[in-house]
């Protein structure tokens, strides 16, 4: 499968701070099969380097920049079978 046929949906706009792993997930489709994708904490700081780092701050940071996030999990994603990507 080409690069160019695969194709990820994101509708559900839930994301969550994992503080383990410090990133904010969130969650795309490729037809029925989940994919989960983690922002780390240093990507979302370059994306809005005046805001703060504790969870709220980040949470805010990814929806501020959710469309360019979701491009670039676009762009990340190649299909096969990796279910986790990381945007760093």
Partial sequence: MGKSSVV????????????????????????????????DDAMLTKLNPDMGSD???LLAAFDRNRDRILELARSLYSGGPQNRYTIA
């Fill in 55 to 57: 969870e709220h701050a």
């Fill in 8 to 39: 990820i949906n994101f509708p559900n706009p839930s994301r969550i701070y994992d503080a383990s792993r410090h990133c904010v997930c969130f969650w795309g489709y490729d037809n029925s099969r989940e994919i989960a994708f983690l922002v």
